[in-house]
């Protein structure tokens, strides 16, 4: 047999720790980074799903309030031709003597105008009696229709701009979980470099090489995991 070579040995006993020690850490960085990697994706997916349910909802309240919307314009033309209705209504038992306003009205039920205000809506009837609380028919600086007056309101329009003002938040829900979603996003690419610099550094034959691609692997970690700590989580 041939003899060995003595300082062939030497050198590669040499080489090898160095070897060793940084192919485990290099499989230790490079086991962090798949478990933040994974966290990482978990996240992505739950804010996807956080701006997708947003954007359902937003939408959803967004048809409702144009119902709404819809629903109480029909309910205003309602109290307008109920309004002038009683107005035509009013002239006519004046003109013919059945009733006397000069005091203020008050609604008789055996005259006509009487039965048309008792056929007001209940919304409607409350900004009438205030309405006619001024003394309209006497009164200058009294507001010239019922529809003027604080008390009218329709409840269908409070509800349609409720739904319209939660379809606005629910957009901005979508926008705020569509950026964690790419911070998620982003994250994973910071710690695709460490697996690059960490797989890089167990092919490097000096040893100078070797350290250097660990510690960017290292120092991409360490960004990767303060970043982390910053981006909301959704549970």
Same mark, same amino acid.
Request: aromatic share 4%; hydrophobic share 60%; charged share 35%.
């Given at each position: 047999m041939p003899?060995?070579?003595p300082g062939a040995?030497?050198?590669a006993e040499e080489e090898r720790p160095s070897l060793d020690w940084v192919d485990i850490l290099a499989t230790?960085?490079?086991a962090v980074a798949a478990l933040f990697t994974a966290w990482s994706a978990f996240q992505s997916d739950q804010w996807s799903d956080n701006m997708a349910f947003s954007l359902n909802a937003a939408g959803?309240?967004?048809t409702e309030s144009s119902r709404a919307f819809t629903r109480a314009g029909q309910l205003s033309q309602i109290d307008v031709a109920s309004y002038f209705g009683w107005?035509?209504?009013l002239q006519r038992d &004046?003109?013919?003597g059945?009733?006397?306003v000069s005091e203020g009205y008050v609604p008789d039920a055996e005259t006509v105008s009487g039965f048309l205000y008792g056929q007001f809506r209940p919304e409607f009837a409350v900004a009438m009696d205030?309405? &006619?609380a001024t003394r309209p028919f006497a009164n200058p600086d009294a507001p010239e229709t019922p529809f003027a007056m604080p008390e009218y309101e329709v409840a269908e329009t409070a509800e349609a701009e409720r739904l319209q003002q939660l379809a606005e938040d629910k957009v901005a829900e979508a926008q705020a979980a569509d950026r964690n979603d790419d911070k998620y996003v982003l994250s994973t690419i910071i710690f695709a470099a460490i697996f690059l610099f960490a797989g890089l550094s167990t092919k490097m034959r000096s040893r100078a090489g070797q350290l250097g691609m660990l510690g960017v692997a290292v120092v991409f970690l360490f960004v990767g995991a303060v970043y982390l700590v910053t981006v909301p989580i959704q549970v």
């Open positions: 003899d060995e070579d040995e030497t050198a230790v960085i490079m959803a309240a967004r107005v035509d209504a &004046l003109a013919a059945d009733i006397d205030a309405w &006619l």
